[in-house]
């Protein structure tokens, strides 16, 4: 009878220790929101649609819970407790409110994964540099100076391989085709900003013009960093190529049909979710 009472125990024992394990190794979900406009420049529109279709395949694949609003008063601090990360997708909120939410929302330890345009500032424009904090202090950018035409791949050179981001990145790999930008701030002389990945000198001279200024001959152009006193992210890559040309609006090229660029993408995203 006591023989039976410790094998009982022991069961007993193995049975706690192995629903403890497991319940251990189950984590719950984070929650990502990505926010859209959508409505200006077809390679942009091109670039939500492919975006909106792509990151709920990985949500699944890789547990987490993806979901979308081109409703930019969502961006308020109620809506944003229930997620974890956000992405901005297009372009960047405009209202005083919308913008003092997401700044209140990064400082307590938000998280954010800002595509292409969200970087995107111009004075004279529809989207001037009217926010510093976001444009000079949070992507320490600054203003948009020009950029790369037409959409093109570029080779890319991994300046931080033992990121999250790009641990899993070969030191240099063809991007998808894109239109790449250049800023008014130098990143290498911000302290707060570390830079992930930047154009490799092979790829010059990068563009096709017409215009002799979209084609870069030479230069150093930062296109994913990060900021070390937030947890974000931003990507200069969300332009896809269309035919201009021939006023169809066919997308000629997909930012996520590229294995290792997608692989930073993900890598970037679990990063910023934990």
């Known amino acids: 009878m006591q023989k039976i009472s410790i094998v009982v125990l022991a069961l007993l024992i193995a049975c706690f220790i192995f629903l403890k394990s497991n319940a251990q190794n189950k984590t719950t979900p ?19 649609k492919e975006a909106n279709a ?11 819970i993806y979901d979308t ?22 372009t960047r909120p405009d209202v005083s409110a919308q913008r003092a939410a997401f700044e209140k929302y990064m400082e307590h330890g938000g998280a954010w994964m800002g595509f292409h345009f969200s970087g995107f500032a111009l004075t004279p ?8 904090w976001y444009h000079n202090y ?12 037409r959409p093109t791949a570029a080779t890319l050179h991994v300046e931080n391989r033992t990121h999250a981001a790009t641990k899993h990145l070969p030191i240099t790999f063809k991007s998808s085709p894109n239109e790449w930008y250049r800023w008014q701030n130098d990143l290498r002389k911000n302290p707060d900003i570390k830079i992930l990945l930047s ?3 092979t790829s010059f001279p990068l563009g096709t013009g017409p215009k002799l200024q979209e084609i870069w001959h030479s230069g ?3 296109v994913v960093w990060t900021n070390t006193k937030y ?12 035919d201009y040309e021939h006023h169809s609006d066919s997308t000629l090229s997909y930012t996520f049909n590229n294995k290792i660029q997608n692989t930073l993408i993900v890598d970037g995203l679990l990063w910023l979710g934990k």
Not at 138 to 149: A, E, H, M, Q, R
């Open 220 to 222: 150093y152009y930062p």
């Open 125 to 132: 424009s529809d989207f001037p540099q009217d926010w510093d």
């Open 30 to 48: 984070f929650k990502v929101i990505a926010f859209f406009t959508g409505r200006n420049d077809q390679a942009h529109i091109s670039f939500v």
């Open 231 to 242: 947890k974000m992210m931003y990507l200069n890559m969300g332009h896809n190529d269309i």
């Open 69 to 90: 609003t081109s409703n930019w008063n969502n961006l308020n601090d109620t809506f944003l407790l229930q997620y974890q990360v956000v992405l901005f997708l297009d």
């Open 138 to 149: 949070f992507l320490g950018s600054g203003s948009y100076v020009s950029n790369t035409w």
């Open 54 to 64: 792509w990151f709920p395949s990985i949500a699944v694949k890789y547990h987490f």
């Open 199 to 201: 154009i490799d000198s």
